[in-house]
Structures are given as C-alpha cells and as structure tokens.
C-alpha cells in the first residue's frame, strides 16, 4: 500500500521489527463517538446557523462546520495546539470525523491540479491547516460570534439535559459561580502576574452545574481582577438565559469572594434563591465566639457539626439578612473551626442543614472545573504578531493583529465547548456501566483508541481492538437513542 520504511530493531529482541507504512492508521479513532455526539446534539448546525462567517465566499475551501468540528474534535481528543492539525492533516479518523461529506469522500487525496480539473478546488484535502484555523479563530472573535459561541456553551447543555426529559425543563437548578486561573506562558494581552496564584494568569469567570457536571457558561477576565470583578453583569445574563432554556427555577451558589450589595440585592429584586459563604471578620469573629466552646464529655468517633442560625448586616449592605454559624469539629485538633453562610432562602424553605449540604456541592462544581484545567487543558496563546513572512517570503501587504484578548476568550469557549461534548459522552457511559467515570478515564478507555481504517468500494470499516469495543458498544446504544426535541 505504498512504501515501507524501515525504522529500527530493538537490541532486547532481534526478532522485533520497527516499520512505517502509509496505512490508514489511527490512535484517535473516538474522534468518531465525539463527531456523532455533535451530530446528536445538533450544536455544530445551531452555531454554524448563528455564526457570521465573514470569509470571502469563492476563497472559501473549509465550511465553518468543518472548522468548528475540527477545532472541538482536536480539543475533544486532548490536542491543545492548533499546530497539530498539521500533524493530524492526513488522519482517516479525523478527516471522516470533521467532514460533512457523506460517504468515503473526505478520504480522497486527490492533488490540487487534479481538484483543478475537475473544477472543484474547495474540496478540503485533509484538516484545516494551522493558519487556516488561526484565520478562524480571528473570525470567530467579533462581539456577535463571541456572544453566539456563550449561548452554544449553554444550548448544549440544555440540549443534553433536554433529551432525557422528552424536551422539557428541569424545574429547579443549582448554579456554580467561580473564578478560575488559568496561567499563561507569555505576555498574552492583559494576563497579569496574581500575586495570590503565583503566576502569570487570565482569571475568567466561570459557570457551571454541580449537580449534573456541565458548564454553562465562560468570561474572560484579565489576570489581575478581583474574583468578583464584572460579576454583576454576567450572572443576570446567565440567569435570564438559564430559567428560558433550562430550567423554571434558578438558584446561585457562590464563595466568599462574591457577596456585596449590589449582587446581593441584584439576586434578592429577580427573587433568585442565593447561598455564600461570608469571610470572617471581628464581627463575625465576636458574634460566633460564645459558640465555639467544646461541649464537655469524651467527644463521639465521628467529627460534630453545629449550626446557628443568626442575623447579620454589614456595614456596607443596606439591611439585615439571614446568616448561619457552622462550627466543625476535626479530628485530632483542640479547637473548634467556623464559618458562616448567608442566604435568601426562608428558615423554613430550607433550615441550616440542609443549606449547609447545599453548599457543600460547590465541592462537586470545583472538581469538574478543574477537570477542565486537567484534561482540556487550555492553551490561551494567541498574541500580537505581526506576519513577517509568508510562504518563505516577505508579504507584500502586512494587515494588523487581529484582538488577542478576544481570540483568547474564543479559545477558552471553544475548549469549554469541548468539554461539554467529552462530558455528554461521559454521563452515558455512567447510565450505561453503572459507575462513575473521570473525564481523563474516558480519554485514555474510549477516545484515544488505536484503530485501522479500511475502505471497501463505497464504504469505510473502523476496526477497533476487542478490549475498547465492549465500551464502544455499551455507548453506542445510549448514544442511539439520544434525541434532541423541542422543548414543551
């Protein structure tokens, strides 16, 4: 099938031969689950239909589908850099999965003259190169496809949830307010050194759902900023977009570095439930301390939680509210541990107890955030950079850098985006086998999986080892039956 290349023998068995051969071979063959995954969805044809592709139309060889699926794909199956696309170029998995070509089409290498003479020159021959997806990152960076890209990390959750649910809402959801560091290596437009992070980072905000493990929503921020910084306008939005497409009734779960006034009253006006965490101050401090005394006897095996509830008014809030004293015994230590939570909800909704288990699933959005930062691993790289050559030579007409802050905050959606596409597999492969599955477990047991690609006539067969097909098998069958319908 072409020539083969004879690489090496390892000395510790002479019987063990190296070879290349110019087979369609793969180690991403779950590049095809995460591709049916958007085609279930519908997410790629929502964006693509939102989008507004300013690209000169007869210069145009990949559709924005195409480059949308490429870019998600890559991301999906753990390549950070736009650089691989060139490595990946001529990948049989990859190129099937991108395409929105039927058949075996997308495998066919035909040379550019020969394209010529057939008089189509915008079939795509293999991934879109780097430059072209940098091209598109630009694109995509525009106020209207930023805020198109926002509204499809949602719709995507929704969607997903949806399917299970006959296309009806949730009735109630818990939402996850956070900061998050994501640290730089370079000099990135307004990344900044945070001398709590030790590191040189941007600090975007981020939404999510514990609950169900999704995140809703991405805002970049420059380095520096406080955690709450801008918190008073994305949390409307997001509220507002939330209760029409997800849910009838949105709570919010934030830490101690969110609640002051305005937010507070902000939530209070739209009688949207809230529960944070207060930082302790001597008032705090003095208010908590008559409860801080160990009660007397031989303490129990199991470590003591109490609660009191109390109420509390800052000098800057503009009334009294609702806060509850949570003191906490640990194990091998003398003294007592406290904090307080505030809140909107009524004693009776919803008593210290319960609140409390409430918030403690901030835990829960914590730990799928940072399987974000573990497993996509975003690379918000792009800055300013004047072409100076192109093709081996000097341009003759050089255009300014595009916004790279604003192609940052593309790229964290994008990634974003990508999780929401590993994570729906993932909670089917949780319905299907009956246990938990970290993100990282369903990288290295579903999606990166060696296989060969054998093209027969009009036909394209994956053969996969039999030890990932019963996993492929059992995902299949949900992934079958997932279904995207209109909302009642």
């Known amino acids: 099938m072409g020539e083969e290349l004879s690489l090496f023998r390892p000395e510790f068995n002479g019987s063990i031969r190296v070879e290349a051969r110019a087979e369609r071979l793969t180690s991403d063959a779950g590049a095809v689950l995460l591709r049916e995954v958007l085609q279930r969805l519908g997410i790629t044809k929502w964006l693509e239909e939102r989008l507004k592709d300013s690209r000169i139309p007869e210069l145009i060889t990949h559709p924005l589908g195409e480059l949308l699926n490429t870019s998600l794909l890559l ?201 944070a965490r207060v930082k302790n101050n001597p008032v705090l401090d003095k208010m908590a301390l008559p409860f801080l005394s160990r009660p007397v006897g031989r303490p129990p095996n199991e470590p003591r939680t109490w609660l009191y509830e109390m109420s509390y008014q800052a000098e800057s809030w503009n009334h009294a509210r609702r806060v509850v004293l949570v003191v906490l015994e640990r194990e091998e230590e003398l003294f007592l541990h406290h904090f307080w939570l505030i809140t909107n909800w009524a004693p009776s909704q919803m008593d210290g107890a319960a609140l409390l288990e409430m918030y403690r699933q901030r835990g829960t959005a914590e730990g799928h955030m940072g399987e974000l930062m573990s497993v996509l691993k975003p690379a918000l790289s792009s800055s300013p950079r004047p072409k100076t050559h192109y093709r081996g030579e000097v341009p003759e007409t050089r255009f300014p850098s595009g916004d790279s802050f604003e192609q940052n905050e593309v790229l964290l959606m994008l990634n974003v985006l990508a999780y929401q596409v590993v994570h729906a597999a993932r909670v089917m492969l949780e319905t299907a086998t009956g246990e938990g599955w970290s993100m990282q477990r369903v990288r290295e047991r579903v999606l990166r999986v060696a296989a060969r690609v054998l093209v027969h006539e009009r036909r394209a067969v994956l053969v996969i080892a039999q030890a990932s097909a019963r996993l492929w098998e059992m995902l299949w069958r949900r992934l079958r039956h997932l279904r995207v319908l209109e909302a009642t």
């Open 75 to 275: 991301l999906g199956q753990g390549w950070r850099d736009q650089d691989d696309a060139d490595v990946l170029r001529d990948d049989a998995v990859f190129r099937l999965a991108v395409s929105s070509r039927k058949g075996i089409s997308p495998l066919d290498t035909r040379e550019a003259e020969e394209r010529e003479r057939n008089h189509n020159p915008s079939v795509p021959d293999g991934l879109a190169s780097q430059p072209t997806l940098s091209r598109a990152i630009r694109m995509l960076s525009t106020e209207h496809n930023r805020t198109t890209l926002r509204a499809g990390i949602l719709e995507t959750a929704a969607r997903r949830i949806k399917a299970g649910r006959g296309g009806r809402r949730l009735r109630y959801v818990n939402i996850d307010i956070d900061s998050l560091p994501i640290e730089v290596h370079g000099h990135q437009p307004f990344s900044e050194h945070n001398g709590h992070y030790h590191a040189r980072i941007y600090h975007p905000l981020i939404a999510s759902i514990a609950e169900t493990g999704d995140l809703i929503d991405a805002w970049l921020r420059p380095g520096n900023v406080h955690t709450a910084d801008g918190a008073l306008e994305f949390i409307p939005q997001l509220l507002d977009r939330v209760e029409r497409d997800l849910c009838q009734v949105a709570a919010v779960r934030i830490d101690a570095g969110f609640p002051e006034e305005k937010l507070l009253s902000m939530l209070e006006e739209r009688q949207t439930p809230y529960v």
